[in-house]
């Protein structure tokens, strides 16, 4: 009796402790299963164009904004092996995003004759489908500016996109599930020569999914199961800015309006600080930036360009006293003929760059008001400088200034019906000014005409006129 008892009690201790075990590791796959995400938002990086930090910095951006979407993702970056570790270390420290380190896929259609050598690294966006710990990924271009959250991408199937163009689906965001099988046979094609119309993943991509045009569009199953085959993503997943401009706001009538992508030429692109209000929504993408990145690096250099332009502004009023000593021959020479023509040559170019220069010393991705206060600002210290060396009247050669800060008012109002309204109204302020600042510079060259020299000729003293004398 005592020996079934004693059996028994082991039998009892051994299936409490499979029981606890069972729990045990219960607990653990329910803690991987919850911490896991099922799904990635991915973009790609790589180098090798005039405008590699631009791309970094929006892509920060677009990673942050998803972030504080709180979408249910991962937030993937697919980064050739040549970023710079920096950057990398970033993203992943203080953006906690996921860095994945790729070699760069070799690009066959570099010898097309239509190929574009900023499109040689975008084949690095077919990696999308190695990334198998995925179920769905939605891979986007650095230019996309989300409204809300768009996890229920993720319910599409093997492959779906937005129809841009009527028989082209735009590659800037696509949904697909990852395989080896479908990347190894795209690299395959690659190797093959697949047709590819523009030697991007724009044409690849076309070229190896051509059905999609003939394929149903996608709505979301309300039960949240996802969906097998290939569709059309509705027009709201991919707005083009271009539409945008022509009514000044949006009207999309099929899927969420959710959002907004850039596709247009690469210097029009929302992060320049120029971009506004030449282009309405670049506002937009830098409210995002503020809120989720900010401007700490760029703020520096704004700093130190603001000292120097406002030295410079000091220098030149200190300095123009002196200037205006310089004494003028009253005789006609024939001689001299030629120094004004050379001096109408000079003074004309100084301005010029005294408009040009400093809208290329500005940071790029810096904020659109801080930027153009930046170039107003530097705009007229150079200024300033050939108002003093020519000694002409400052209305003379700032007139452009006040010009350029007068068309961004125009085009900065915000009550405009539509597009073709605004135009309008920039055009009619630009008819206006032309004749104004035709003006303005045919007065600063008379007074260029009356003086014949800029400075006393040799053997001839130099007189100072008694207004003069006060400095």
Not at 372 to 377: I, R, T
Not at 415 to 433: I, K, N, T
Request: proline share 6%; glycine share 6%; charged share 15%.
């Amino acid at each position: 009796m005592v020996e079934r008892w004693r059996r028994i009690a082991i039998l009892v201790v051994v299936l409490i402790t499979t029981l606890q075990f069972w729990a045990a590791s219960a607990g653990d796959v329910a803690t991987v299963t919850i911490g896991r995400k099922r799904n990635a938002y991915a973009a790609m990086m790589y180098m090798g164009t005039p405008r590699d930090y631009e791309f970094y910095v929006a892509t920060r951006v677009m990673m942050r904004s998803l972030s504080k979407l709180k979408v249910d993702a991962d937030l993937v970056v697919i980064a050739s092996v040549d970023v710079p570790v920096e950057w990398v270390r970033t993203m992943k420290e203080e953006d906690k995003v996921k860095v994945l380190t790729v070699e760069n896929v070799k690009n066959p259609y570099e010898q097309q004759k239509n190929f574009n050598v900023r499109f040689k690294l975008t084949l690095n966006k077919l990696y999308a489908w190695s990334l198998v710990e995925y179920d769905r990924v939605v891979m986007l271009d650095s230019d996309n500016l989300f409204l809300q959250k768009t996890d229920e991408l993720f319910q599409c199937g093997q492959f779906c996109a937005v129809f841009i163009n009527p028989c082209i689906f735009h590659t800037g965001l696509f949904v697909l599930q990852p395989s080896m099988t479908v990347f190894k046979d795209m690299l395959h094609e690659l190797e093959v020569g697949r047709s590819n119309p523009d030697g991007a993943d724009q044409g690849f991509l076309a070229s190896y999914f051509s059905d999609l045009l003939d394929r149903p569009m996608f709505h979301p199953p309300i039960n949240g199961t996802k969906l097998e085959g290939t569709y059309r993503l509705p027009l709201g997943y991919q707005m083009d800015a271009s539409y945008y401009y022509l009514k000044l706001r949006w009207s999309i009538p099929c899927g969420p309006n959710s959002v907004i992508t850039f596709p247009s030429a690469p210097w029009f692109k929302p992060w320049y600080w120029w971009s506004w209000p030449v282009l309405p929504l670049g506002l937009s993408w830098h409210e995002q930036r503020r809120r989720n990145l900010g401007y700490n690096t760029e703020l520096p250099v704004m700093l130190i360009q603001v000292i120097i332009y406002i030295g410079i502004i000091a220098v030149t009023r200190l300095a123009h006293p002196n200037l205006s000593k310089l004494c003028y021959n009253p005789r006609s020479e024939k001689g001299l003929a030629s120094l004004h023509s050379m001096l109408k040559v000079v003074v004309v170019w100084s301005l010029i760059a005294a408009y040009a220069v400093p809208f290329f010393l500005v940071p790029r991705t810096i904020h659109p008001i801080l930027g153009w206060s930046l170039y107003l600002l530097g705009a007229a210290s150079l200024t300033s400088i050939a108002i003093s060396t020519f000694l002409l009247q400052p209305m003379q050669l700032l007139t452009p200034w006040f010009g350029l800060l007068g068309a961004l008012g125009v085009m900065a109002y915000p009550w405009y019906s539509d597009g073709v309204v605004r135009a309008l109204a920039l055009f009619g302020y630009s008819f206006c000014c032309a004749p104004i600042l035709w003006t303005q510079l045919m007065k600063a060259m008379g007074c260029l005409q009356e003086r014949e020299a800029f400075f006393p000729r040799l053997g001839e003293a130099t007189q100072v006129s008694e207004f003069n004398k006060l400095y």
